[in-house]
C-alpha cells in the first residue's frame, strides 16, 4: 500500500505525527508538503494528493488542515475522490467500510496528535464491505458524473 499526504499549515502537526507512524509500520507514502509552518493555502495539497490517488500513484490519501473542512471539501472536487473528515475512531472505521473513502481529512485545530495517529491507523487497515454500500458509493459517482436517475 502507498499512502499519499498532505496538509497546510494549520494540520502539519498532526501530519508529522501520522508520517512518524508510517514510518514506524513500514508503510510507503510520499509526503507532498507543506514543510514548514509559513502560511499556505490548502486546496494545493488537497489537490496533490488527490489527483495522486485518481492517477493511481496511491492507495490511499490523509489530508490534513486546522479543521480538515477545507482540505476535504477541496479533494472532493476531483472526480473519483471520497474524502472524508473524521474526528473519532468510529468515523475512521465507518467510512472505509460503507463510504469507501479514499482520502482521510483531520483537522490539527481538532484532534490531538495520537488521535491522528489512531484515526489513521484505522482508516488504513480497515475494508470497504461491499455488498449493499456498493451501489450506494456507486450513487454518488452518479451524481458527480450528472448521470444520477431518481
Ligand atoms: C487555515 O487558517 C485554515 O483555514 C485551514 O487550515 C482549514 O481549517 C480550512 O478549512
Do not use: Q, W
Not at 500500500?1 to 513500514?26: F, P, T
Not at 489530508?63 to 471520497?82: D, E, F, H, P, W
Amino acid at each position: 500500500m502507498r499512502v499519499a499526504l498532505g496538509s497546510d499549515h494549520g494540520g502539519l502537526n498532526i501530519k508529522n505525527a501520522v508520517i512518524e507512524y508510517l514510518k514506524e509500520s513500514g508503510i510507503e507514502f510520499v509526503d507532498f508538503g507543506c514543510y514548514t509552518e509559513e502560511s499556505v493555502d490548502y486546496p494545493e495539497y488537497a489537490y496533490k494528493v488527490a489527483t495522486a490517488i485518481t492517477n493511481k500513484d496511491a492507495d490511499l490519501g490523509i489530508l490534513c488542515c486546522g479543521t480538515g473542512i477545507g482540505i476535504s471539501m477541496a479533494a472532493n472536487k476531483v472526480k473519483g475522490i471520497r474524502a472524508a473528515v473524521c474526528t473519532n475512531e468510529f468515523m475512521a472505521e465507518m467510512t472505509r467500510r460503507h463510504n469507501n473513502a479514499n482520502i482521510i481529512a483531520l483537522g490539527g485545530r481538532i484532534i490531538d496528535e495520537p488521535t491522528a495517529v489512531k484515526l489513521a491507523d484505522i482508516f488504513l487497515n480497515t475494508e470497504f464491505e461491499g455488498d449493499r454500500h456498493i451501489r450506494r458509493v456507486d450513487m454518488i459517482t452518479a451524481i458527480e458524473n450528472d448521470t444520477f436517475k431518481v
